[in-house]
Structure formats: C-alpha cells, structure tokens
C-alpha cells in the first residue's frame, strides 16, 4: 500500500512524499518489460530479414547482422533502465507512465551513480527467477524498496499526476492565476543556484496543496529566504510565493530543469 514518507533536506526544509507501493512499481515494471520485450522482437525481425536477403550472396554478412542485432537485443534489457533513469531524472517509460519516480533518499535527484548502482543489483534482485528477492525485499521494507535501492540509497515515489513532474511551468503549478508581473524582469544571476536549489521551488510548487496554508506559507518562506541568501539579494516587492515562482521560472527558462 502506498504511504507517506517525510524528509528532510540538507538545508532543513521538511518535505513530504508519498511512496510507491508495489502495485505501482509492479505495472510500471511490466509496461517497460513490454516495450523491451517488442524492441528486442524488432531487432531480431530486422536481423531475420537481413539474413533472408544477404544469405544466398552473401553469408557473412548475415551472420554479422544476425551477430550485431543479437547484442543490441541484449543491451537493451541491460541498459533500458539505466540510460532512461539519468536522462530522464529517475523515469522510464513505464516509470512515467504510472506517475513514480526514483530519487535520492534525501528527496534530492537522482545521480548517475546511484542509477548505475540500483539497475546493477537489479540482477540480484531479479534471482531466482520474476523478481521474487526484489518483490520479498520490497513487502518487508517500510519504504517499499528493493536490494536496488537499499545499496543505491534511493527510494521510489508517487508524484502529483496533473502536473508534470520533470519541468516546471506556471500554468501548472499556478492554475487560473496570471503570472506575477514581474516573471520577466529577472535581475537576480539564477547562474548561482544549482540544480538542486530548482528542484526544492519545483518541489514546493507542485506540493503546497497537499499542506495547511499556514504551513506552506511558513515554508515558502523559508524556502525563499534560502534561495534569496544564495543569490545575494533580498526579495524585494515580492511574496515569498511569488519570488518562488519567480526564480522557479529563471531557472526553467535558463535551462536548468
């Protein structure tokens, strides 16, 4: 059963997840065994037509197609999961699809090494056979996370599946309410804050509903008074809301989602 899961950040803002239960992370598992299942069969299709057309003239060349299509078949179920896990911020396509996430334990982003590290025990977790060690781990853990995850330190979460999880804009996030006036005029260099300072503003945007109002405005500012102590600036005009939402959309249009 899905559940809450409360953290703390490196700069001491509480933060609230939902986690991913096993049903969730069971379809998401299935819908990506799926379209590695139906490339793989493309691969070998393309291979058998190779063969079919070079075998009578030339032989050796189908065998290196039959070879080369038999390797990738076998890099996608082994890199499937790694490469979209980096590129796409903890999703795969199924991942995506049922509305999880891999992050760090801390709620930060995923790394590249934590990713390689969690789909490298994957093998271990997939033993015997199914993934019965990973699905075992899984239901006795309180945090529904498998051998994977307990070496990478990450954990797999729920997100807020009418906004999506992997950019912030301020139609989402802001529904029915026009843009602050000043979202355009950015004297602050956004250059300073990091990735991780964008993903704790796309954090609170996406999840202040879920807190009282009097909470989430005492987390905004303190959220803002971070972010406006590493820019060097105070907030001027602005709500703490507001300037988040503000910076929020520098950095979006910066590229550093």
């Known amino acids: 059963m899905d559940e809450p899961y409360q953290l703390t950040t490196p700069e001491n803002v509480p933060i609230s997840y939902e986690l991913a239960g096993v049903g969730s992370r ?7 065994g799926l379209i590695i299942t139906a490339t793989q069969v493309g691969l070998l299709v393309l291979a058998g037509i190779a063969a079919l057309i070079l075998g009578g003239w030339q032989p050796n060349l189908a065998a290196l197609a039959t070879a080369i299509a038999l390797l990738a078949a ?8 790694l490469l979209f896990e980096i590129v796409w911020n903890g999703q795969t396509p199924g991942k995506r699809a049922t509305g999880i996430r891999v992050v760090r334990d801390d709620g930060s982003p995923i790394t590249a090494i934590a990713a390689v590290v969690r789909n490298v025990v994957r093998l271990v977790d997939f ?17 529904t996370r498998r051998l994977g ?10 997100e ?21 006036a000043a979202v355009e005029a950015i004297p602050e260099d956004v250059r300073l804050l990091s990735y991780d300072d964008y993903y ?36 001027a005009g ?5 300037f988040l939402v503000r910076i929020g959309s520098a950095l979006e249009r910066a590229g550093r989602r």
Do not use: N
Not at 149 to 158: P, Q
């Open 26 to 32: 069971f379809v998401a598992a299935l819908l990506d």
């Open 74 to 81: 076998v890099a996608v179920l082994l890199a499937y999961d």
């Open 127 to 143: 033993l015997p056979m199914y993934y019965i060690i990973g699905m075992a781990t899984m239901l006795i853990d309180r945090k």
């Open 149 to 158: 995850d307990l070496a990478a330190g990450t954990i797999v979460v729920k």
């Open 160 to 180: 807020r599946r009418d906004v999506a999880a992997d950019r912030l804009t301020l139609a989402a996030v802001l529904p029915g309410r026009d843009e602050p």
């Open 200 to 235: 704790l503003i796309k954090e609170y945007l996406l999840r202040r509903d879920q807190l009282a109002p009097a909470a989430a405005h005492e987390l905004a500012v303190r959220i803002a008074g971070l972010i406006a102590a590493k820019l060097g600036s105070a907030m």
């Open 238 to 242: 602005d709500g703490a809301e507001d």
